[in-house]
């Protein structure tokens, strides 16, 4: 008899961009803790795997100006999961952390910390960013700007694997019988050695979550991931890409069930399909702010537009960027605009993109059902905004399907995920040497 496959769900509360809508007083500011605290407890209700909290190592700013659907001030991930895990108790608790700068010994403690404090509920979203604008606050940020020795990409990607690998070996220095082992790490970016002052958590180690659509992020996930988390897509689109990052694990000696793949989504609910889709289309103009508009436009034109009425027609210009993806883009802008008449801002709200599910509870349950049980994702990553509402009226349809937990079955975040426990593996390797050790002697 086949199984049915069980859908996990995840909240993820980002930093920049024009799903991070935040509106204050109802939800209170994205710094405070109260607002945070919230968002957990009705994951936390919702019986969801896990809530996401993106990273922001800069002000989100573009040409001198701050985003104005974005917040000032972001606190640190770690940080504040390490609050949250105090005020949730089954929750899974994931930090988005940027490889390209810190050490790893500093970052693998923080992130145990966080993992032993909340009881093995712990993750890692392991992100990789080459903004110049961010490495100028760190230290590391030099290997963005070497005169031109190094491409500063590959130097960062270099950077990025070691720092994955050595953390993880950290993380299983510790035998899984709570005994502590040297560990010696040689590579071109980090050259350490000592003992690391934590032991195991009840899941073994924190959770690694990485994302992107790129060949090199689909092997990477497949080679060390335990969440893969993807942009949305159509059915089609979706299963092909599932299938593809499923078959990669072989070579890996891994599991189809030892990576969870679950694109990021947004989901808009109404009493009637039409009043779902006049809501999408009014967070849409919320989200499309005259001065987002302008920051949409200086991206694809790649030039200053601040004199540029976004009440008014698109630019006249030529992009300052002439390769074929940016004259395509600009290209189905101009004809878009031309079709329906549509001034730059309206372009901008046309051609952004489309809330992933809209209409009933009862279609947006099934849409999602659908998607799982015809293996285009092993779940979803839901965008912060709309949360309790999909908590009280998509989820006990989901539940009712038998398509979602009706209550948590583990306390940990592996648990929740149905991925094995890391320490078998270090078991097997510790008996391992201990039977090469008594052939020697």
Same mark, same amino acid.
């Given at each position: 008899?086949?199984?049915?496959?069980?859908?996990?769900?995840?909240?993820?509360? @980002?930093?920049?961009?024009?799903?991070?809508?935040?509106?204050?007083?109802?939800?209170?500011?994205?710094?405070?803790?109260?607002?945070?605290?919230?968002?957990?407890?009705?994951?936390?209700?919702?019986?969801?795997?896990?809530?996401?909290?993106?990273?922001?190592?800069?002000?989100?700013?573009?040409?001198?100006? $701050?985003?104005?659907?974005?917040?000032?001030?972001?606190?640190?991930?770690?940080?504040?999961?390490?609050?949250?895990?105090?005020?949730?108790?089954?929750?899974?608790?994931?930090?988005?952390?940027?490889?390209?700068?810190?050490? @790893?010994?500093?970052?693998?403690?923080?992130?145990?910390?966080? %993992?032993?404090?909340?009881?093995?509920?712990?993750?890692?979203?392991?992100?990789?960013?080459?903004?110049?604008?961010?490495?100028?606050?760190?230290?590391?940020?030099?290997?963005?700007?070497?005169?031109?020795?190094?491409?500063?990409?590959?130097?960062? /990607?270099?950077?990025?694997?070691?720092? $994955? !690998?050595?953390?993880?070996?950290?993380?299983? !220095?510790?035998?899984?019988?709570?005994?502590?082992?040297? *560990?010696?790490?040689?590579?071109?970016?980090?050259?350490?050695?000592? =003992?690391?002052?934590?032991?195991?958590?009840?899941? &073994?180690?924190?959770?690694?979550?990485?994302?992107?659509?790129?060949?090199?992020?689909?092997?990477?996930?497949?080679?060390?991931?335990?969440?893969?988390?993807?942009?949305?897509?159509?059915?089609?689109?979706?299963?092909?890409?599932?299938?593809?990052?499923?078959?990669?694990?072989?070579?890996?000696?891994?599991?189809?069930?030892?990576?969870?793949?679950?694109?990021?989504?947004?989901? /808009?609910?109404?009493?009637?399909?039409?009043?779902?889709?006049?809501?999408?289309?009014?967070?849409?103009?919320?989200?499309?702010?005259?001065?987002?508009?302008?920051?949409?436009?200086?991206?694809?034109?790649?030039? %200053?537009?601040?004199?540029? %009425?976004?009440?008014?027609?698109?630019?006249?210009?030529?992009?300052?960027?002439? #390769?074929?993806?940016?004259?395509?883009?600009?290209?189905?802008?101009?004809?878009?605009?031309?079709?329906?008449? $549509?001034?730059?801002?309206?372009?901008?709200?046309?051609?952004?993109?489309?809330?992933? *599910?809209?209409?009933?509870?009862?279609?947006?349950?099934?849409?999602? #059902?659908?998607?799982?049980?015809?293996?285009?994702?092993?779940?979803?990553?839901?965008?912060? #905004?709309?949360?309790?509402?999909?908590?009280?009226?998509? /989820?006990?349809?989901?539940?009712?399907?038998?398509? *979602?937990?009706?209550?948590?079955?583990?306390?940990?975040?592996? !648990?929740?995920?149905?991925? =094995?426990?890391?320490?078998?593996?270090?078991?097997?390797?510790?008996?391992?040497?201990?039977?090469?050790? &008594?052939? !020697?002697?």
């Amino acid at each position: 008899m086949t199984v049915r496959p069980r859908m996990h769900l995840a909240v993820r509360l @980002p930093s920049t961009g024009d799903t991070a809508v935040w509106t204050p007083p109802r939800t209170g500011p994205r710094i405070a803790f109260p607002a945070c605290e919230r968002l957990a407890r009705t994951a936390e209700r919702g019986r969801f795997d896990f809530l996401l909290l993106d990273e922001g190592l800069r002000l989100p700013e573009h040409r001198g100006r $701050l985003h104005d659907l974005d917040p000032v001030g972001w606190a640190e991930p770690v940080a504040m999961l390490n609050a949250l895990a105090g005020v949730t108790a089954r929750l899974g608790l994931a930090a988005t952390v940027n490889t390209a700068f810190g050490e @790893p010994y500093e970052l693998a403690r923080r992130l145990a910390t966080l %993992d032993q404090l909340s009881s093995g509920r712990a993750a890692w979203h392991a992100v990789t960013a080459t903004d110049a604008r961010a490495g100028a606050n760190f230290r590391a940020g030099a290997h963005f700007r070497d005169g031109g020795r190094t491409d500063p990409a590959e130097a960062v /990607v270099a950077r990025s694997g070691e720092l $994955l !690998s050595v953390v993880r070996e950290l993380w299983r !220095s510790w035998t899984p019988d709570g005994e502590p082992r040297p *560990f010696a790490c040689r590579g071109r970016c980090f050259d350490i050695e000592g =003992e690391f002052g934590l032991p195991r958590s009840p899941q &073994g180690h924190p959770v690694i979550i990485q994302s992107g659509e790129s060949e090199e992020a689909r092997e990477s996930a497949a080679a060390s991931a335990d969440v893969h988390l993807v942009r949305h897509g159509s059915p089609e689109t979706a299963r092909v890409r599932y299938a593809d990052v499923k078959r990669r694990l072989a070579a890996h000696g891994r599991a189809p069930r030892d990576l969870k793949v679950m694109p990021a989504v947004t989901v /808009v609910l109404g009493d009637t399909a039409a009043e779902a889709q006049e809501r999408a289309a009014g967070l849409r103009r919320q989200r499309v702010t005259p001065q987002y508009a302008l920051y949409e436009l200086e991206r694809l034109w790649g030039v %200053d537009l601040a004199g540029h %009425d976004p009440d008014g027609p698109l630019p006249g210009i030529a992009p300052r960027f002439r #390769d074929a993806e940016t004259l395509a883009r600009v290209g189905r802008w101009r004809a878009l605009a031309e079709e329906k008449g $549509l001034s730059s801002r309206e372009t901008v709200i046309e051609a952004s993109g489309r809330q992933s *599910f809209v209409g009933t509870p009862d279609s947006v349950a099934a849409d999602l #059902d659908a998607h799982v049980r015809q293996q285009a994702a092993d779940g979803f990553l839901l965008a912060a #905004d709309g949360l309790e509402e999909f908590v009280d009226r998509v /989820v006990p349809l989901l539940q009712e399907r038998g398509a *979602f937990r009706a209550e948590y079955r583990g306390a940990t975040l592996r !648990s929740h995920l149905e991925l =094995e426990h890391p320490a078998e593996e270090g078991r097997a390797q510790v008996k391992g040497r201990a039977r090469m050790k &008594g052939k !020697s002697a």
